[in-house]
């Protein structure tokens, strides 16, 4: 999940004039606040997790003066490079001080009011459930209202969760990102609604397919996967080779569900999220990607010569480091107040992987649109308590990814340690978005480093 403040706005109210920051998430506009805003939130962070534990907070100006251009620039640097970094905090990004004040900030940018209306939420084979809620209603309160529609247990709720998908022009769907707690769907989906054709859609919201046994007997939650492992598999984002193809098409034909997910599930990619084509400098500069996400690691199918698709498999462990950088193309008659529609943030993600023994090598991944010269370049990092960069706890343990972590309490439901477990594990690739950008920066980005990374631990059959 990428925060950003792409862009300011000139804006006015009884009280006069002043800025606003439109914070964006996944390219998708979430709200607008002032500065005095943010700086009252922050307040609010320091009480409770403590000064030492967030980022630098942009200071105030004299309020004698106005701030000029270049001041409200460096100002909105500052306030995105401050929400990127308390965004990939865990224990921030579940409390009820960073949730509440997204919220509120939504439903007063779209100046929302509670009312009754009607919401479709779709499976991705477009089965649609249409369910009555209040147009305010936040995430979680939105996803039991489809499970209870759909009469799916309490306790596999959370195994799932709703997402945003965009329709392309090709006809296909992309997924933007899960939608969070810090929303409202309904005016998620307005907002997203204003610039392209989008839906929300439940899916599965973990990567283990281990975990799959938690539902295969349950009637309800088993259709569920059933429904998507079908519509990945045609859409070819789970890889099978022919005589699989045949075995799953005459698995469907019979309506032997079951069985179906079982073999499914012993296919390469099973469960992974497909990101929209990209360009990488892997093998070589220039090469045409579809990259997918799941299992700990990145996959590559990349285009080479001849039209040849060859793949790569990046794991987690073996990544020293990455950096994200979200930067906005300079157009002809762009200023520091976003006064150009063409401005729009994109990401490059590059990181630092063992190819082969005491042998690191930079990988890049970014997009096929024409490089443009870029005005603002910010990377994002992650903070541990104790100030230092880390990475998130989403992805600081994959040997434990798919087991729930009760504190060792027994106790503790089923549905509980499902909702805590799904939301780690499906947020152990948020960061890595892979939607691109210039790799012509300006100044250093700032690097995440990993955790997990496991040089010491590979031999030469791993490489």
């Known amino acids: 999940m990428h925060f950003s403040i792409p862009d300011t706005a000139e804006c006015s ?9 439109n914070i964006h998430v996944n390219g998708v506009a979430h709200c607008s606040v002032r ?14 997790f403590g000064q030492a534990n967030l980022p630098p907070f942009p200071p105030k100006k004299l309020a004698l003066f106005t701030l000029t251009p270049q001041q409200i620039e460096e100002r909105r640097e500052q306030l995105e490079r401050y929400i990127q970094i308390v965004s990939q905090d865990p224990e921030i990004i579940g409390s009820d001080v960073f949730n509440s004040f997204l919220n509120q900030a939504q439903q007063e940018t779209q100046k929302a009011e509670p009312e009754s209306v009607e919401l479709d939420v779709f499976l991705m084979n477009g089965h649609k459930i249409s369910v009555s809620i209040m147009s305010t209603d936040q995430t979680d309160d939105v996803l039991e209202t489809v499970a209870s529609q759909i009469e799916l247990s309490d306790d596999f709720v959370y195994y799932f969760a709703l997402f945003l998908v965009k329709k392309e022009k090709d006809g296909g769907n992309s997924i933007v990102r899960k939608l969070q707690e810090f929303e409202s769907p309904y005016i998620s989906l307005k907002t997203a609604e204003s610039e392209a054709k989008h839906r929300i859609v439940l899916r599965k919201n973990f990567w283990e397919p281990s975990m799959d046994n938690d539902l295969l007997d349950d009637r309800i939650a088993m259709n569920l996967l ?10 070819g984002w789970v ?3 022919k005589d699989v193809h045949k075995q799953l098409a005459a698995l469907q034909a019979k309506g032997s569900k079951k069985e179906y997910l079982k073999l499914a599930r012993t296919q390469k990619s099973y469960g992974f999220i497909q990101f929209k084509p990209c360009v990488t400098d892997f093998p070589q500069p220039n090469c045409p990607v579809i990259v997918s996400a799941g299992n700990r690691e990145l996959n590559f199918r990349i285009k080479v010569a001849n039209n040849q698709v060859k793949e790569g498999i990046f794991k987690v462990t073996r990544m020293r480091c990455w950096r994200i950088t979200t930067q906005i193309p300079e157009t002809n008659g762009a200023n520091a107040h976003g006064d150009s529609k063409d401005l729009k943030p994109k990401l490059e993600v590059a990181f630092e992987y063992l190819v082969a023994k005491d042998k690191l090598q930079w990988i890049t991944i970014e997009s096929d649109q024409p490089q443009d010269r870029v005005k603002r370049s910010q990377s994002r990092q992650f903070l541990r308590k104790d100030g230092k960069t880390a990475l998130p706890k989403s992805i600081s343990a994959p040997g434990h990814l798919g087991t729930p972590d009760t504190n060792g309490d027994e106790n503790v439901s089923a549905a509980q340690r499902a909702k805590d477990s799904v939301r780690r594990i499906s947020d152990k690739f ?9 790799r012509n920066t300006r100044g250093p980005a700032a690097l995440v480093e990993n955790d997990v990374f496991e040089d010491s631990y590979i031999g030469d059959d791993d490489l």
């Open 35 to 48: 500065y005095s805003q943010l700086h009252h939130f922050n307040e609010q962070m320091k009480k409770e």
């Open 430 to 438: 948020s960061s890595v978005t892979l939607k691109s950008t210039s």
């Open 13 to 21: 109210d009884e009280g006069g004039a002043y800025t606003a920051f």
């Open 226 to 235: 059933y429904v998507q492992a079908v519509n990945d598999i045609e859409r």
């Open 239 to 241: 890889f099978a080779a």
